[in-house]
Structure formats: structure tokens, C-alpha cells
């Protein structure tokens, strides 16, 4: 067949930084590439082009979501490929390195390419023999590589030398081929900023610092330099994804329970994630309520500060989606969804039941106390308020005793802020306020020019509150 540049279609995963493919080939039948659990985007394109999936191609055993591979094999017939080193415990073809499958017209190769996991493969796809792209997975992306530390602390300087490798081959690839990675801006798989989600292999060898590295040690030092705080939840998924999520037959119901039903899941040591927006939550909410507003980004948080382990119940806000809910939740793995507080906040207090209240303020009615910076430890980097403290939201709830008393929390925009000053209250300091808005606003309402540099962190009993 002709291969025709709108016969691929990216997926992109807003939230999570990533991007799968559709692939029409030609004849009613599909290819999808890293497809996630939550399978309503590939549904949607594909009925709109009348295509049934008839292979679905994972590069890596993902550990930012669960693959939709076992689901489309069930609702489409797809045929499984995948790497035969990752021992999936599930019906697939198996590939090692250099193997081809006949689409009907397209082939697919399959290149090791190990560094981001031990058995990635990229897939190069080919049309009568020329080299039209490759989906690169977690090795070579835009502008970058994917990150090398998620096997274990131990290994991470190994793989990232197999990532060089596994570089300098695809750089081997003529330079028109493109480059079709998953990982993008925006995923904790270490990918930089930036609007681009696709390449060429020429571009990225103009472009990409990592492939321009002079040696294996130089490409080592700045790849591994690069890497960043990640979810905790990553730790869980490989595993489930090398035995293969449960089937599941449409979106599973969130049932509407009354406040009493939440009240005692609360007391069972069930936890209440309130997804309203972070001024909703702020004006009133039910006490030691999770707050994780409902955005693109709310699966990564649900991900990052709530077990999987533990029956979650959900507070909304008028008009939000409850599917929207259940998807960010399962595709990353959590099955407990024990249903929604029916009626709200309202219905609560309604019941006799109190709520708690947070602070939240613009730039020009915040205090000039202590400012926490609960943002990513390089964003805080590129531009803080002078003297503020820096504590991740993801390592906020270890570290929330050192947390200073009645501070300024903040964010870039107010989301992960609210979310912050939530953990916050349930570990005792109830005095803080949530900045709506970020450092920049912050600085021009006082007086003050962004700094820039490493940052100031917070350690548990010795912050001494003193920074704006």
C-alpha cells in the first residue's frame, strides 16, 4: 500500500505527557502503538475512519499506565506484540530484535532498543522496504531520551549506557525517517519541555544534546543529571502490566452514596479524593478530604499521594464527568472506586456534618509570611520568589511536619497548591493559605523580581518559617 501521512494518527495523553498511534492500514484494519487502559480516544478515531484494531504493538511494559493491549485483544481480536524478554503473562506474539510482522502491505520490525527498560523495543515501520517512521516508546524522543531510573537506583547508570546504544543505533536510520516516540512534554519519563511530539531522526541529530554527547560518559553524566522526582505509582505498574490488567466490559458504574456511606468509609480507613475545583474546595469541604482538582493532570496526583490499596469516594462539583473519574483512575491502576458523595457538599452539610474551610488568595492579598513552593524542584529553579521553600507536592506529605506554620502555599497556578495546603491540614497545620496564581503574580503584587538557582527545601523540624 502507499503510505499516506494521514494514515497515522497520534493519540495524545495531555495529562500524562504521552502519545499513542493509530495506524490505518489501508484495508479496515488498524495498528495501535502503546495504546492505554483507557481506550475511549482509539474507540472514537477509529469508528469515525471504520477501523478495527487488528494488532496492537506495545514498545515497553509502561509504568505511567496501564496498557490497553489485553482489551483491545478481547474487544478487537488484535494480536499482541511485544518484546519476548518482557514474559508477559498473557496470549502475544513474542518479537526479539530484527523480527518483521506483515501488517497486509505494511511491515513492522522490531529493534532492541533496551536503556528506559531492559526490554524496549522501538518498531520500525516499513512500506515496500523504505523506512517510513519508528515508534521510539521511552528511547529516543524529542529533544531527549526517556529516563533510566526506574528499575532501581543500582541500575540506572547501566541502562542509561544501553540508552546510548540503543541512540546511536536508531541514529544509524536514515535522516527523513520520523520519529513517533510515546513519552512527550509533560511525562515524568523525563521528557523536556516543549511543543513538538513528533521528530525526524535528522532533526534530532541537529538538535538533540544527548545524540550531539561526545562519548558514553558525557552522554551518561547529562542524561542521568537530567532525571527528576517521579509517581510512586510507577513502582507498581511494570509488574501489572507484565500480567496483564483485567478485561473490563465498558466503564465500570461509580455509585451515588449518601453522606452517612461516606462518613463510615472514612471511618474504615477509606480515603475522600474531592476533585471540585481548587476554589470550591477551598470555600468548603469535608475534613481530611484529599483535594486533586479534576484536570488532565488528576490521574498523576491520584497516582503519586494515594495508595491503590484503599476504597476511594469522590466529591464533585456540578457538571464535572464522572467517566472522566473512573478512566484517570483506571488506567493507572486503582480499582477501588467506591462511588461519589450524592449531592455534594450541600448533601453533607444537609446530613449535620461539618466542614472545613482553606484560605485562598490572590497575589495582592497574600501575606508576606513564609511562601512554599510546592512545585517540581526545576521549576522552582527557572524562577522562584526570593527566599521561598521548596517541597515537592509528591514528597509533601512525608515532609509536612517541617512545613512552615501559616504559610503562602503555591503552585503555578493554584491547582497543585490547593492540593498541598489539603495534605497539609490533614497533618495538623490548618493555618495556611492557597495562592491563586503563581510566583510571578506573587512577585509583582510585592515588590519583587524572581530568582533563579537551586532550590530551598524543606526539612522536617527545621524549617524556621522565615521565607517568603
Known amino acids: 500500500m502507499g503510505f499516506a501521512e494521514d494514515h497515522l494518527i497520534p493519540l495524545v495523553d495531555e495529562g500524562l505527557g504521552n502519545s499513542a498511534y493509530l495506524v490505518d ?89 533496551p536503556g528506559h527498560t531492559d526490554e524496549h523495543l522501538s518498531f520500525l515501520l516499513l512500506d515496500d522496504g523504505r523506512e517510513l517512521g519508528v515508534f ?32 546511536r543505533r536508531l541514529a544509524t536510520l536514515p535522516d527523513e525517517v520520523a520519529v513517533w516516540p510515546t513519552h512527550g512534554a509533560g511525562s515524568f519519563c523525563s521528557a523536556p519541555p516543549g511543543a513538538e511530539r513528533t521528530t525526524t531522526i535528522g532533526a534530532e541529530k541537529r538538535a538533540n544534546a544527548l545524540l550531539a ?69 477551598a470555600a468548603g469541604h469535608i475534613p481530611g478530604a484529599l483535594s486533586i482538582p479534576l484536570r488532565d493532570q488528576f490521574a ?27 478512566w ?3 488506567k493507572i491502576g486503582y480499582e477501588q472506586l467506591a462511588g461519589h458523595l450524592a449531592g455534594g457538599m450541600p448533601a453533607w452539610l444537609a446530613a449535620g456534618h461539618p466542614q472545613a474551610s482553606t484560605a485562598f488568595v490572590t497575589a495582592g492579598q497574600a501575606s508576606d509570611g513564609p511562601y512554599l513552593d510546592v512545585r517540581q524542584e526545576a521549576e522552582y529553579a527557572a524562577g522562584h520568589v526570593p527566599g521561598a521553600l521548596n517541597l515537592e507536592l509528591g514528597d509533601l506529605a512525608r515532609h509536612a511536619a517541617g512545613a512552615p ?18 495534605l497539609l491540614e490533614r497533618a495538623g497545620n490548618t493555618g495556611v493559605s492557597v495562592l491563586d496564581g503563581g510566583p510571578s503574580e506573587y512577585a509583582a503584587a510585592h515588590g519583587l523580581r524572581l530568582d533563579t538557582g537551586a532550590a530551598g527545601t524543606v526539612d522536617a523540624g527545621t524549617a524556621d518559617g522565615g521565607a517568603r
Open 25 to 113: 492500514l489501508g484495508d479496515g484494519r488498524a495498528l495501535a502503538v502503546d495504546a492505554s487502559r483507557d481506550l475511549r480516544a482509539f474507540r472514537a478515531a477509529a469508528g469515525r475512519r471504520g477501523l478495527r484494531v487488528a494488532y496492537a504493538a506495545d514498545t515497553h511494559l509502561h509504568a505511567d499506565f496501564l496498557s490497553g493491549a489485553v482489551q483491545l485483544a478481547r474487544d478487537t481480536g488484535a494480536s499482541v506484540l511485544a518484546s519476548a524478554a518482557g514474559e508477559r503473562g498473557f496470549p502475544h506474539r513474542g518479537l526479539v530484535d530484527g523480527d518483521e510482522v506483515d501488517l497486509g502491505g505494511l511491515r513492522l520490525r522490531a529493534l532492541a532498543t
Open 136 to 167: 521510539t516508546g521511552g528511547s529516543l524522543i524529542v529533544g531527549s531520551a526517556a529516563r533510566t531510573d526506574l528499575v532501581g537506583a543500582e541500575r540506572t547508570e547501566e541502562l542509561a549506557r544501553a540508552q546510548y546504544r540503543s541512540l
Open 213 to 281: 554527547a561526545p562519548d558514553e560518559d558525557a552522554f551518561v553524566r547529562e542524561l542521568v543529571s537530567s532525571l527528576g522526582s517521579y509517581p510512586t505509582y510507577f513502582a507498581r505498574l511494570t509488574e501489572a502490566n507484565r500480567r496483564g490488567p483485567a478485561v473490563l466490559t465498558g466503564t465500570p458504574p461509580l455509585p451515588a452514596l449518601n453522606a452517612k456511606r461516606v462518613q463510615a468509609l472514612l471511618a474504615d480507613g477509606g480515603q475522600v479524593v474531592d476533585v471540585r475545583p481548587a476554589a470550591e474546595f
Open 300 to 326: 498523576t496526583w491520584l497516582g503519586w499521594l494515594l495508595p491503590d490499596t484503599v476504597a476511594l469516594a469522590f466529591v464533585v462539583g456540578d457538571g464535572q464527568d464522572l467517566d472522566e473519574v473512573i
Open 328 to 330: 484517570q483512575a483506571l
Open 405 to 422: 506554620a501559616g504559610a503562602v502555599v503555591a503552585c503555578g497556578h493554584g491547582e497543585r497548591a490547593v492540593t498541598a495546603a489539603s
